[in-house]
Every structure is written in structure tokens, then in C-alpha cells.
């Protein structure tokens, strides 16, 4: 085992837009594969052809190309295991089925869907197994010639995997450890429908991950309690030697109360739990996306990375690449991780710092554009460096430093009533007169200046900075005072304060 070359796949079904729990086993894959020297596979798993959803697949891709978690080979990169998508290989499946069939390991089922429910009906906690399947309409029970006789007339009919009672199955989990289950408590699962032609999940997994040499199968927890049926199919294929070691990540469980992250979740909280945006095409509705949320795909992965696994350490900030470096699957929890979305924002918030002025300028530029400003690089750039530690997103900047590009139209009243005194519209005409003969305009060369005039004065510190901010911002917020007035530069601060004594007396 230790030998073969790692490999890994992600194989999601094109039913819907991508879950973040999806992209969290995607990235841990990735992880698990980039750390050994491995392959990343991308298999498409569209077998239930009654659940595909148009676009879905290439939402997919998109949603990976964003987050930069790049595959080695797969549907739309090419490679020598394929095809990747499961509809295209239904060939391959119907070779493997057959070979079930004709070693006695599966037959044939012709149980109606009513039939089946009527059994359930009249058999509690109803499983179809060894206990049951004798009393069933299928090739064990029926004579040859009558099972024959209903394939040949085009009755739809499934392939069942025959599992014998009394065996012991251990499941190899790189998180759990060993798993041992009683192979009593499986049912017999369907593995092949005739009405589409096409393999349930359980043997198409299997066959793909045989022939794509998969040698680690990492996925939720949710499919933890199919991994015994996967062993006994590869014990019935002769495939021991080759079977991959099973990781089962924990799940992702809502940010309150019990259960598992959900849509509705998001919605009730104001979060999103798709990388992108999402347009059903049939219903319509728009579901949120990271990536138009404003998240940075970093900020995302870096956040994903650290829900249910801990790297050991305090280091919270990772690249893509330090990941790949830090990461050991053992380490994953074995109990469910709380989606802490308050978290995800912190992450944004510190990539926001990590970038540089110039970066977060480009994303901000056409903002600033939008709401109808013509403004330089240069200056776009220097509101940045003032602002940029304030928001988690850069979105944010706008409402928080448009007063940098637009004057005030009028006045937050509360912060007019506590910081706009009966001698304020004095005082600020004398600043007007100080600031009027100040050369350099600089935050170095007004600063002395107007602090010692203040002091000379015998007026509160306090008093002079909070009216001369509410005549240049409109309200009670920004950075130092002297960044702004040296930004806006001499005139329009003049401006500005002519302005406000004007209209607050």
C-alpha cells in the first residue's frame, strides 16, 4: 500500500449548487494529496439522472477555480483514468454488474415500488436481507425461465448485492480508527437500476475508485455508514489488496442549536453557505455566494481549513501552500464542528490587513466610480491605507469614507447636539484663520501649528477637534483629523468649514 502513488477524488452529483461542507472535503483532499506528492481527481457522479440540474457542473468547476484548488485530472482537465463523469460510463458499470451475477454475489429484483411498500407496511423496521429477500420477487425465489422470461419482456427490474450474514467487517478510517461492523445489519443495496441503465452510487464508487487507482477515499461523515458495504464489494471483486483507507470527516453543524448546517441557516443569519452565487433555474431564487459576498477565496479556505481540524499550534493564518505543509488528516476531530460564520468575517477582516493598499485601491476603484467620482489611483490609494483596518469587507469602505470624496449635505443631528457648542461656529472661524496661514498643508505641517493656537487659547482639545470633524466628515466618525484636512488639502477644508458655520450657527 505504502508503495502505490497517492491519489485522491472529490466526486460531487451536478443536483445543486456546491455546499461549503462540499468544498471543505474538496480542500482537504486537495490537502492530504498536494502533502504526499499525490493527484487530485474531479469525477462527476451523475448517475441519478432524475435529480441533474443544468449548470450545476460548471458552477462546480467555477466554484474551484475561484478558491484556486486546482485538480491533476478529471472532467475538463483530461487524464488517463477516464471518462470522469459516471453517465459515460455505463459500459464499464454493466461489465462489473454481470460479473456480480454470474458469481452469485447479486441477482436480479422485481419488486414493484407498491410491492415494496406493502412489505413495509406488514414487516416492521422492513430491511430487504437475508432474513427477507426469499420472500421477494427476484431470481433467488423465481424459476429461471420465469426471471428470464420477465427481462426478456422489458419488466424493469434492479441488480441487488447479495450480502451474506455472520461476516465481520473492518472499516480502516484514518480519523476513527477501526470501525467494526456485523455485515447482519446490512441490507441488500441496490446497485443497478435497468429503467436508466445506470449504477447506484455504491458500485459506480467502487468500480471508479478501483480503476482511477484511488488510494484514500476522504468524505463527510454522512457516508460513514455505507464505507462496510463498500469493503464487502471490494472482498466480492477480489479487491483487497487495493482497497483505499477511508478518512470520514465530521460534519458541519449549524452555528446555534443541534444538527447540520443547512441553507436556512444561512438565510436566517445572514450568511452564505455556497461559494458562489446561486441562480436555480428553476425556481428562480437567488441563493448568496462567498465570492459575492466579498469574501477573498484565501480568506475562505483559510477559514474552511480550520473546521474540524487543528493544526496543533496557535497559528491561525494560513496560505494555501502552509496548509499543505501543516496539514495532518489524523488530526481531523472526530465530533461534528461548529460553523462559527463570525469567524469567517474575522478571516476576511485579516486578509483585508494582509493585502496591500494597492490591491484593496483595485477592488475599491470601481466602487468609487460607481457612486459617480472621478478619482485618482493616488488618492483612491491613500483613503485605503487611512481606512482599510476598519472594514472586514471592502465593500464597507464606501458608507464609512465617502465624506474623503463628497462634502456634507447636512449634519447628523445627535452628534450635533453633544459636540457642536454655543462657541463653536467661533471657534472654527478662527481655526479657518490659523489653517488659512499655514504654508505646508502636510498632517506635519498643520499639526503643531493648530495644537499650540489651541493651548495658547486656553480652549479644550476635545471640544475644537469634535466640531472641526462634524464640519468636514458630518458626523462623529474617520481617522485622525489631520489625515483628513491634509487629504482634502487646504481650500476644500476651508470649504468645508465655511460651510458648516453656515448652516450650524
Known sequence: MSERKVRVRFAPSPTGPLHIGGVRTALFNYLFAKQHGGDFVFRIEDTDSHRFVPGAEEYIIEAFRWLGIKFDEGVSFGGHHGPYRQSERREIYKEY??????EGKAYYAFDTPEELEAK????????????TRMQMRNSLTLQPAEW?????????????????????IVVDDLIRGE?????????????????DELPTYHLANIVDDHLM????????????????????????????????????LPLLLKPEGKGKLSKRDGDRLGFPVFPLEWHDPKSGEVSSGYRESGYFPEAVVNFLALLGWNPGTEQELFSLDELVGAFDITKCSK??????YQKGIWFNHEYILRKTDDEIAGLFAPIVA???????MERITAVVHLMKDRVSFVRELWPLCSFFFIAPTEYDEKTVRKRWKEYSA??????????????????????PVVLKWVEDKGYKLGDVMNAFRLALVGEGKGPGMFDISAFLGKQETLRRLRKAIEVLK
Open 148 to 168: 428470464e422470461s420477465l427481462i426478456a419482456d422489458g419488466q424493469q427490474y434492479t441488480v441487488r448485492f447479495k450480502v451474506e450474514p455472520g461476516q465481520e
Open 120 to 131: 413495509r407496511g406488514e414487516v416492521q423496521n422492513f430491511q430487504y436481507d437475508a432474513r
Open 213 to 248: 487507482e484511488i488510494t484514500h477515499v476522504i468524505r463527510g461523515e454522512e457516508w460513514l455508514p455505507s464505507a462496510p458495504l463498500h469493503v464487502l464489494l471490494y472482498r466480492a471483486f477480489g479487491w483487497e489488496d487495493t482497497m483505499p483507507r477511508f478518512a470520514h
Open 179 to 195: 470501525v467494526h461492523v456485523k455485515s447482519d445489519i446490512l441490507d441488500d443495496k441496490v446497485l443497478y437500476k435497468s429503467a
Open 426 to 447: 467661533r471657534q472654527m472661524a478662527e481655526l479657518m484663520a490659523v489653517l488659512e496661514g499655514i504654508g505646508d498643508f502636510s498632517i506635519e505641517g498643520q499639526e
Open 370 to 376: 460607481n457612486n459617480g467620482i472621478d478619482e485618482s
Open 97 to 102: 454488474v454481470s460479473r456480480l451475477l454470474d
Open 335 to 340: 465530533s461534528g464542528a461548529k460553523f462559527d
